[in-house]
């Protein structure tokens, strides 16, 4: 076996749903299934795994009970035909104004000097990135009016983390909150408290263009004067959900896709923390952002889109079991699409129906309207492609590369990367091999981009032969593998901290 490059030291921390049945009850979807933590700690050339299940009140309720009792986002639970009238009704007023899950299987963030297992709820469990045993259960609410938190912040240099959610029906008001979580000073922290969301501040509020349907949004953008946030017309019905346990369907049937409607996209102006620009596409759905950055007096923001919402019907588990051509008909298009579009910071001299767009690279668009508005057309970059990451040192800068998974249904079986200027992809695969999220780790005191590795866990569906790959980020060629003498589960997300940590 080739040999793990010696200055490649750290934790990779990654998360995903592990356990999809409790006793009789099974849940839906495959987002919902318990949440597993596992990692593959490197050291001195040497990979150590290890997993866990998360032991929040979520999983420590549906073990009690052995059934599921707390609904997730695609399964809703219902009590035991056995228990009393109140118990029943206490479940029904639970479910009317949710208290959600704790069951947070989406992503690993940073908040100061601890990590968090994350979804998108109010709710956030610290973890030990070593261990991976679950410590405090953290209500954002406590801190801030938030209902519903992305699961993907973004990290300035400084170690200040920036996220975004939504708070519904606040006083009559249901909006849009971007706020920070400072830095935190080490040994500020100790194991069993986080008082580093305490610390929390609210940048601004944007209000939602309805009160009762906010937009349903999975990340935001970042760039060094900007944060973009899009709002797109995938809703959540706030109605809908109240009576969605009395009328016997999930949560997730109540989000709505309105392809009819545009796509509103703000810039927020990081210093005076003001709306600044707004711009309009088609409709689109967008649950991940490759990057955002600025160049020649323009925003460019870079996104994978899908012309509907069916990506989440992909995942129910019985379409899963039935395999990729269960999963397509003539009315759905599970093709994601690579997104360039271009946003000038100034329009000034613009004529009615004049593209704006000075940047010679790029097809985008963005054409002045009648009404004044700002409406975009952008550059197809490629198809069929997710989770993408790039050298997180390029958050918010001009990026050349990002790697990402080849995608055709709900189970990648290649990953990618992809050079975004000369829009070649270079494709690493292996049969029988299901890689995930690929994650880019830079060399020490690198110079050109794609100087580092590559890390993904492999699920080889040959039992015992599932494995972490390392590939060298330039050829996209494997530079070592260490297997797991265990089977690993298809995750979604991960962290990497890097030793000094």
Request: hydrophobic content about 35%; overall charge neutral; some cysteine.
């Amino acid at each position: 076996m080739r040999t793990v490059p010696p200055w490649l030291q750290g934790t990779l921390v990654r998360v995903g749903p592990g356990l999809f049945s409790v006793g009789e009850t099974s849940y839906d979807h495959w987002f919902d299934g318990m949440s597993l933590l596992h990692s593959f700690t490197i050291k001195d050339g040497n990979v150590f795994y290890r997993s866990r299940f998360l032991r929040g009140d979520t999983y420590k309720a549906n073990m009690e009970a052995k059934r599921i009792v707390i609904s997730e986002m695609g399964t809703m639970a219902y009590p035991d035909s056995s228990k009393s009238i109140f118990s029943k009704f206490i479940t029904f007023l639970n479910h009317t104004v949710p208290d959600f899950t704790d069951n947070c299987g989406n992503n690993i963030i940073r908040y100061g000097n601890n990590f968090y297992a994350t979804s998108e709820t109010n709710y956030i469990r610290k973890i030990d990135p070593i261990t991976l045993e679950t410590h405090d259960k953290v209500d954002y609410m406590k801190y801030l009016p938030v209902n519903i938190v992305t699961s993907h912040p973004h990290y300035d240099k400084e170690g200040n983390a920036y996220n975004m959610g939504t708070s519904i029906a606040d006083k009559a008001k249901t909006k849009y909150i971007l706020f920070k979580v400072p830095a935190e000073k080490e040994g500020m922290s100790s194991p069993r408290t986080s008082p580093v969301l305490k610390n929390t501040e609210i940048i601004c509020t944007l209000p939602c263009r309805s009160v009762f349907s906010p937009s349903y949004y999975h990340s935001f953008g970042m760039t060094e004067n900007f944060f973009i946030f899009i709002e797109q017309p995938l809703k959540l019905d706030i109605l809908k959900m109240a009576t969605a346990y009395m009328r016997g369907v999930n949560w997730a049937s109540c989000i709505k896709y309105l392809p009819d409607d545009n796509t509103l996209i703000q810039l927020i102006d990081r210093r005076t923390k003001k709306v600044v620009h707004k711009f309009y596409t088609d409709a689109m759905v967008v649950h991940h952002l490759v990057n955002a950055y600025e160049e020649d007096g323009h925003a460019v923001l870079d996104v994978i889109a899908y012309c509907d919402n069916s990506l989440y019907d992909m995942f129910y588990l019985s379409k899963m079991k039935e395999g990729p051509e269960s999963q397509g008909s003539k009315d759905t298009d599970f093709t994601s699409k690579y997104k360039r579009l271009v946003l000038p910071l100034s329009d000034k001299g613009a004529g009615t129906g004049e593209n704006i767009v000075k940047l010679k690279h790029t097809t985008a668009t963005a054409v002045k309207e009648k009404d004044g508005k700002i409406l975009c057309h952008p550059e197809i970059l490629c198809e069929g492609t997710e989770v993408p990451r790039i050298n997180y040192d390029l958050n918010g800068k001009k990026h050349r590369f990002v790697y990402m998974t080849c995608v055709g249904s709900a189970i990648a079986t290649k990953i990618g990367k992809f050079d975004a200027e000369t829009k070649k992809m270079i494709e690493w695969s292996e049969e029988s091999c299901l890689p995930s999220e690929p994650v880019f780790i830079p060399k020490p005191n690198a110079v050109e981009e794609d100087d580092g590795v590559v890390l993904t866990s492999v699920i080889n569906l040959n039992p015992g032969k599932s494995f972490l790959l390392v590939l060298d980020a330039k050829s996209f060629k494997e530079v070592a593998r260490s297997y797991v003498n265990t089977d690993l589960h298809m995750d979604m997300h991960g962290y990497f901290i890097p030793e000094c940590s």
